[in-house]
């Protein structure tokens, strides 16, 4: 594959999220450059930002839920991304709160980019999710998830100015 990327961590379609879409505008004031650059590189960025954007979406003890930046990264066809953010604000609208949700890659890997067709790229990242707990609005353990590494392929396709996610497939490893 084209591109490879080591980072360390990522951070604690169908129906779209009542989120406001930040503008290209506005996101390239939040985003690193990468997302914005039409290269390998770009979109291995694009990938990371993506997956640590997803990682903080969900309401914790301390924020609310945000999928703002990750509804504007999203392509119309991916249905992982919306999926995603419909459980993320189906959670927060119950006041089930999630905790210890974090994707890191530090130990297992280097995103790895490399072109498909029609201009498409697939970024591989080897991802490890944490040890997740999931909270009852009266503040008892509703259940928890044990430490996973699973390999993310996200589909990323340039267009208006930024890469933009078109499909993610997760593979145990």
Request: with cysteine; glycine share 10%.
């Amino acid at each position: 594959m084209g591109s490879r990327h080591g980072h360390g961590s990522l951070g604690g379609g169908h129906g779209r999220s009542r989120d406001t879409f930040p503008t290209v505008d506005e996101l390239r004031e939040i985003l690193p450059a990468g997302v914005f650059e039409h290269s390998l590189d770009g979109a291995a960025t694009a990938a990371y930002v993506y997956l640590t954007f997803a990682s903080e979406s969900y309401a914790d003890l301390d924020r609310p839920a945000d999928t703002s930046v990750i509804n504007a990264m999203a392509g119309e066809s991916c249905g992982w991304c919306a999926n995603h953010i419909q459980r993320v604000h189906s959670l927060a609208g119950a006041n089930v709160r999630v905790t210890d949700y974090t994707l890191t890659d530090s130990a297992l890997g280097q995103f790895a980019a490399g072109e498909v067709e029609a201009g498409d790229v697939v970024v591989e990242a080897p991802i490890r999710v944490g040890a997740t707990k999931v909270w009852n609005p009266d503040g008892t353990l509703n259940n928890s998830y044990p430490e996973s590494d699973v390999l993310f392929r996200l589909q990323l396709r340039y267009y208006d100015g930024m890469w933009h996610v078109m499909g993610i497939q997760e593979q145990p490893l």
